[in-house]
């Protein structure tokens, strides 16, 4: 395991250095450790003579497989961050046990690509805050904001009817946790409208590349729902168009970083969580 895991830290801190350099993950080194952490595990199998090892790889491969493909084409990640994921999940494998890394990884995931996002985003924010401030003043009248802070209010109230302080805190922190979430994809939407969409010529766009600005060749429109194919690239060269509006992501492949020091350091939270309750 000690192999696989050491695979899958070469993979995440070369995928971060150029995610965050050129946001691209080379699909030579995804397919490398995909291929590499297959052939460990076929070794594995073929010294204890048994499909365990194998198996649990693919079981593995094809959750994560299913989950990195939900995220692509929802436009929340880049073709790279997905293939990154489907290798991560060949690399963990699957075991049914709480302590499965594989479950273990998807739980800090949440919690480091949340953190990861929102220290980025306020990174962004700062280095472009005029324009951030501008937006930022649009988005603050929102009514799922006041909304929010009435459900709040209501929640609060109610809560001081109940003499049990836990259940009373609990609800406070509750009704809390709608008007944050609200602020929070309010400050990311502002971000990304005052610093995410930028022009691009045909010669700086790479495959994968969000192109939100509608193009037309030959009279007919382009159609790219997931992301500009290198075919289409070609086109756009060719056509000669001369700019078209990408929708820069946030690189991600860090993140992914973050959660997998996290669970090599930490363990899995689920134990964490038994044994804080058992102490309880």
């Given at each position: 395991m000690e192999l696989l895991l050491g695979l899958g830290l070469?993979?995440?801190?070369?995928?971060?250095?150029?995610?965050?350099?050129?946001?691209?993950?080379?699909?030579w080194l995804n397919y490398a450790v995909l291929l590499g952490a297959f052939g460990i595990r076929g070794i594995d199998s073929f010294a204890h003579s048994s499909w365990e090892?194998?198996?649990?790889?693919?079981?593995?491969?094809?959750?994560?497989?299913?989950?990195?493909?939900?995220?692509?084409?929802?436009?929340?990640?880049?073709?790279?961050?997905?293939?990154?994921?489907?290798?991560?999940?060949?690399?963990?494998?699957?075991?049914?046990?709480?302590?499965?890394?594989?479950?273990?990884?998807?739980?800090y995931l949440g919690v480091a690509g949340g953190i990861y996002g929102i220290i980025w985003g306020?990174?962004?924010?700062?280095?472009?805050?005029?324009?951030?401030?501008?937006?930022?003043?649009?988005?603050l009248p929102s009514s799922h904001l006041k909304l929010s802070f009435i459900i709040?209010?209501?929640?609060?109230?109610?809560?001081?009817f109940f003499r049990d302080v836990f259940l009373t805190g609990s609800l406070v922190l509750l009704g809390l946790m709608l008007p944050l979430m609200i602020i929070l994809i309010l400050f990311m939407r502002a971000v990304q409208n005052s610093s995410m969409f930028h022009w691009r010529t045909p010669a700086q766009l790479t495959e994968g590349d969000w192109i939100v600005s509608k193009v037309v060749i030959n009279k007919k429109e382009m159609k790219?729902?997931?992301?500009?194919?290198?075919?289409?690239?070609?086109?756009?060269?060719?056509?000669?168009?001369?700019?078209?509006?990408v929708k820069e992501g946030i690189p991600f492949i860090p993140g992914m970083l973050l959660a997998y020091i996290m669970i090599i350091l930490l363990g899995s939270p689920v134990q964490w969580l038994m044994v804080f309750s058992q102490s309880i």
């Open positions: 070469v993979l995440l801190i070369i995928g971060a250095f150029t995610d965050i350099k050129t946001r691209e993950v080379p699909d090892p194998v198996v649990s790889g693919l079981i593995g491969f094809g959750i994560f497989f299913s989950a990195a493909c939900l995220l692509y084409y929802l436009g929340q990640w880049g073709g790279g961050d997905a293939k990154s994921l489907m290798a991560l999940g060949m690399i963990f494998g699957f075991e049914k046990s709480i302590s499965s890394m594989l479950l273990a990884y998807a739980l306020i990174a962004i924010a700062i280095k472009n805050r005029k324009a951030f401030a501008k937006e930022w003043r649009k988005q709040f209010a209501c929640i609060a109230v109610a809560g001081l790219m729902p997931y992301g500009i194919e290198s075919k289409q690239i070609a086109m756009l060269r060719k056509a000669k168009v001369k700019k078209v509006l």
